[in-house]
């Protein structure tokens, strides 16, 4: 993780709180699965595109969790984290993509603790009725591949980042987390399609902005559900000439294990949560067909791989 997350109790947050209390914050509330989690923020590019990339949640509605950022010299980057209180303080960050990842992590332990809903850092669209997902770790492809399928026909898409699921009765049933995409400038070099998105994007320090996809795609390519069928990973290993393979659970379950389950962003990794995400993605990989793809070709070669996969579990 590139941010060290410390857990605090009642003392430390109250003086936390005291100390931001005389802080002229701008701030706006997330509707995030319907998770209400409120951001207290003095930039106010960074406030912008918060509000462009989540959907807003009622003022009236209470926040389940509060998201503080401070700048301290002399201080490391760092996140200080009351789990009671699901209270959140951000040291010196300077990259909106850590801030909206760390709401969505928030998010992700009220869901799992107290709804039995669980998060997955990973694209997910539905394609002709049947939801497919891409979970990778970092730089293998995840995003590049997933907007390359919703170039298809019939293709809608729920999250190219995050998502939420809830497992029971029939297929793993998905839903989305954000209203708008924090999409990469050159996503445009890879697909041509993307291009006219592109120039109409605000990009921060880091080559990145808040993108409405619909604006290329249509009003309608954007939709909140799915049920998956299957199931993507993706890795990058050019010592191994194999692309394209159908894995079983255990061999699927060992490799998100291997990699954290795909996600930085997970707040709290003590034992007691990671055997609760272990369960999870055991009952989710059950529930699916998984293949592993090697991102090793050029990304339409690959995307031409994936659809094969995809046209073949029909």
């Known amino acids: 993780m590139a941010y060290e997350v410390i857990l605090i109790e009642a003392d430390r947050t109250a003086e936390l709180l005291a100390r931001c209390s005389s802080i002229n914050y701008y701030s706006s509330k997330a509707d995030i699965n319907g998770v209400c989690v409120e951001l207290f923020i003095e930039n106010k590019d960074y406030l912008d595109m918060w509000t462009d990339n989540f959907y807003h949640m009622s003022d009236r509605v209470r926040s389940h969790a509060s998201i503080y950022c401070l700048e301290e ?5 760092h996140v200080e984290y009351d789990l009671s209180s699901h209270l959140v303080f951000l040291f010196n960050f300077d990259y909106y993509g850590w801030i909206k990842s760390i709401a969505l992590g928030v998010a992700g332990n009220i869901l799992e603790e107290s709804h039995g809903i669980y ?16 979970i ?7 995003t590049t591949q997933s907007w390359g399928l919703l170039r298809m026909p019939n293709s809608h898409l729920i ?16 839903s989305g987390s954000e209203k708008n995409c924090y999409i990469d400038a050159d996503i445009g070099d890879v697909w041509e399609e993307y291009k006219s998105l592109v120039t109409c994007v605000r990009f921060d320090n880091k080559g990145r902005g808040i993108g409405n996809v619909r604006w290329v795609t249509g009003e309608g390519s954007v939709i909140e559900r799915t049920a998956v069928r299957n199931i993507i990973l993706l890795k990058r290993d050019r010592e191994d000439p194999e692309v394209v393979r159908k894995l079983g659970t255990d061999e699927a379950l060992d490799y998100l294990r291997k990699h954290d389950f795909c996600n930085p962003h997970q707040l709290v990794r003590d034992e007691r949560h990671i055997a609760i995400r272990t369960d999870f993605f055991r009952r989710y990989l059950e529930g699916c067909n998984v293949y592993m793809v090697n ?20």
């Open 159 to 174: 999250s190219d980042d995050w998502y939420f699921v809830k497992l029971g009765g029939g297929r793993p049933r998905i």
């Open 295 to 314: 991102t090793i070709c050029t990304a339409t070669e690959t995307q031409e791989r994936i659809r094969e996969i995809l046209r073949e579990s029909d």
């Open 119 to 134: 998060s997955v850092h990973g694209a997910v669209l539905d394609i002709d009725g049947a939801g497919v997902t891409l």
């Open 73 to 77: 010299e002399g201080t490391d980057l």
């Open 136 to 142: 990778a770790p970092s730089k293998t492809g995840k």
